[in-house]
């Protein structure tokens, strides 16, 4: 459970703070990734960012290098769809399906994991809302429902222009 867990909030951060930055010019594009051979295992990936500048993907290459140059993409009103498969030392592996909705300042994500040879499913929906206002005030609404087996739980945060927070 707790291993399912973490490699969904690992997920689930890396594509948040992936979508922060969507003015980034020298970002990559994923979104725009149309067909992906499954099946194949490959030495290494070649990505090349809006510039033209290639980036060379290998087993070893340092996850930073890669993600500070990685723009997921966003298109208002379009549904963006991760798969992953995470392989944590010698554990089994974890088979990851996540979608992404972008809706104006709003983002919600579903994410799905199951464990190889387990039927359990593990999954986590995740909605986020930030608007500027003017005169320097924003508000933000951030809200989590996380499920496994029979455990299911809810947590989030709303706060107001006037700088009052709520907790869920």
């Known amino acids: ?3 399912i867990i973490v490699a969904l909030l690992i997920l689930s951060i890396i594509f948040s703070f992936a979508s922060c930055d969507i003015n ?3 970002g990559l594009n994923i979104a725009k990734t149309k067909k992906i051979v499954l099946g194949k295992e490959v030495d290494s990936v070649v990505l090349k960012t809006s510039e033209g500048e290639k980036i060379t993907c290998e087993q070893g ?3 930073y290098e890669i993600f500070n140059k990685v723009d997921m993409g966003r298109e208002d009103g ?3 769809s991760y798969i992953a498969q995470v392989q944590l030392q010698d554990e089994a592996k974890f ?9 104006g300042n709003a983002q919600y994500y579903e994410t799905r994991a199951q464990k190889e040879g387990d039927d ?3 999954s986590m929906e995740r909605y986020y809302y930030s608007e500027m206002l ?3 005030q924003y508000v933000r609404t951030d ?3 996380s499920t496994y087996k029979d455990e299911e739980a809810f947590g989030g945060q709303t706060m107001g222009a006037d700088g009052s927070v709520q907790i869920y």
């Open 1 to 3: 459970m707790k291993k």
């Open 24 to 26: 980034d010019p020298g």
């Open 61 to 63: 290459t340092d996850f």
């Open 78 to 80: 379009k549904k963006h």
């Open 95 to 103: 088979f990851i399906n996540m979608n992404l909705y972008y809706i």
């Open 120 to 122: 359990a499913i593990a």
């Open 134 to 136: 003017s005169g320097n």
């Open 143 to 145: 809200m989590e429902r």
